[in-house]
């Protein structure tokens, strides 16, 4: 059973034969048994399957990958025929590969496995600790001594599965998490003045989609209602702001609402004039101006603090001076 701190970043291979109809030959990359990105040999093209791995690779990774996967499919239709060969068949049969390794956050310990299959069946497979090939059936003998005796290919076999694959594997653990987030927006309601239009402000949320609407009296309400667009924050996360135009007579007659709908839960705000907060001129000059009454306030009192201590000093100087004249 993998416990939750354990990931995987795994690679699906397989090859078909022509009258399956099937894509010859495809490739699936998994992280923690979710397709992250796919290959086949009739769109000759890689696609991302989930959106968070495009900002987790940089911009030339699709068409390396792409190359290296058409490298990969000439290969497998050899060693497809190959295996027909090796099992005295007049057509061959599906041949697949597994490639993957895993790595426990808590601990740090990881492992790796690689995989060959033909027709359904276990072909060969890798043996991490020891660095050798294992063959379960006979047929995969001579492959197994064959790839046995290139010692360089086994020690770039296992330095791919204890290094490269593991780093790619907490590289995308990383940017998944990250981008997986889920930040509440903050919402407040504004109004410069009582007059004006209301203003829903939500902010400080991620993912970016959202969407903000009014009710009034529990009914939607379109009309009069005017949406802004989704504007980055400079930490990374977002805001958006939406205006309702409605006189203060009505506001008080009716229960108006502000609804904000986000992934990381729904926010309600009832449009009363407790919960709208000004954002007029006035109240700004008025709030300046405490502040300005409040710095004179401890500016004046720290001169007279001041002050004294000097007076202090210098009657204490004059005192010793006295003394000293004596």
């Not at 796919?38 to 000759?44: A, G, L, M, R």
């Amino acid at each position: 059973m993998t416990c939750a701190a354990t990931h995987s970043l795994k690679y699906f291979y397989t090859a078909l034969p022509q009258s399956t109809g099937l894509p010859e030959f495809s490739a699936v990359a998994y992280l923690d048994e979710q397709p992250i990105y796919f290959y086949d040999s009739s769109t000759k093209q890689v696609v991302a399957r989930q959106e968070w791995v495009k900002g987790a690779v940089d911009a030339d990774f699709w068409r390396r990958n792409k190359q290296l996967l058409m490298d990969t499919e000439k290969v497998f239709k050899t060693n497809m025929d190959t295996a027909r060969k090796r099992f005295n068949q007049t057509s061959a049969l599906a041949l697949q590969k597994m490639c993957s390794c895993e790595w426990n956050e808590e601990t740090g310990a990881t492992d790796g496995h690689e995989l060959y299959g033909y027709g359904g069946e276990d072909f060969l497979s890798f043996d991490l600790k020891h660095e050798r090939w294992i063959a379960p059936v006979l047929q995969g003998l001579y492959t197994k001594m064959k790839w046995d005796a290139d010692v360089p290919k086994l020690k770039a076999k296992t330095h791919y599965l204890t290094h490269t694959c593991i780093e790619w594997l907490k590289k995308y653990v990383s940017n998944q998490s990250m981008l997986d987030r889920k930040v509440p927006p903050q919402v407040s309601l504004l109004q410069k003045e009582p007059s004006d239009r209301v203003t829903c402000h939500a902010t400080g949320f991620y993912p970016d989609a959202t969407m903000i609407f009014w009710r009034r009296d529990g009914v939607e309400i379109h009309d009069d209602v005017e949406h802004e667009e989704t504007l980055p924050n400079g930490d990374g996360t977002y805001q958006k702001r939406t205006h309702l135009t409605v006189s203060p007579e009505d506001l008080q007659k009716h229960d108006y609402t502000c609804t904000v709908q986000h992934i990381s839960g729904d926010v309600v705000l009832s449009a009363n004039r407790d919960s709208i907060r000004s954002n007029s001129r006035h109240t700004q000059r008025q709030d300046i101006s405490i502040i300005a009454v409040f710095l004179a306030s401890v500016t004046l009192v720290i001169f007279v603090v001041v002050i004294s201590v000097m007076i202090q000093k210098f009657s204490n100087g004059k005192e010793q001076t006295s003394e000293k004249e004596k």
